[in-house]
């Protein structure tokens, strides 16, 4: 679990025992108009791509990143924001020099230009799935975008299954990505 004093709320990465944890970072991504990467104040809170650094039972690396996107009262389409959020992630993801995993609900459109820079290279496992919908049942916006949550994993991670989950404790449905590594 990573965890950061201070915010009102965030994020949070579980591992599993049977991996070793080697790294844990947190990079911040997106800072709110007045807020001064204070982890005590401001008016809101930066954006953390979280990202923890594995290897498993047989001795391959790799890495999972976990991202809340900006979030605007408004259309999850691209705006400058977004774009530079995007840009950024990737940095840090392609400086990794390891397969890695992404996913977060990035308040983007499955058409936005932010999301394609994202998905560059990568599979993009609910395009992949054909799934309709990341959405639950509690989601009531008027303008319901269906999806806000991705997973990609880079051409080393080899899918075996991939799905949202039905269970309803969020209006955000979790999605299960089962893999190896080739």
Not at 42 to 48: N, S, T
């Amino acid at each position: 679990k990573i965890s950061q004093p201070g915010l009102r709320y965030g994020n949070a990465i579980f591992v599993r025992k049977n991996l070793r944890l080697r790294a844990s970072q947190n990079h911040y991504i997106v800072k709110y108009p007045g807020d001064s990467f204070d982890l005590e104040g401001g008016e809101d809170h930066p954006r953390a791509l979280q990202v923890v650094q594995l290897t498993d039972e047989v001795g391959n690396d790799f890495a999972v990143a976990n991202y809340h996107g900006y979030w605007s009262n408004g259309p999850k389409t691209d705006d400058e924001v977004r774009l530079e959020q995007s840009k950024r992630i990737r940095e840090v993801l392609d400086g990794l020099g390891e397969p890695f995993i992404l996913c977060g609900d990035f308040n983007l459109l499955p058409t936005t230009k932010s999301l394609d820079i994202l998905r560059a290279g990568l599979t993009d496992m609910v395009q992949k799935y054909e799934l309709l919908t990341t959405r639950s049942a509690l989601y009531k916006r008027i303008d319901y975008a269906p999806f806000a949550d991705y997973v990609f994993a880079g051409p080393e991670v080899r899918d075996k299954s991939f799905q949202a989950l039905e269970d309803v404790v969020s209006d955000h449905l979790a999605l299960e990505l089962e893999f190896d590594l080739v």
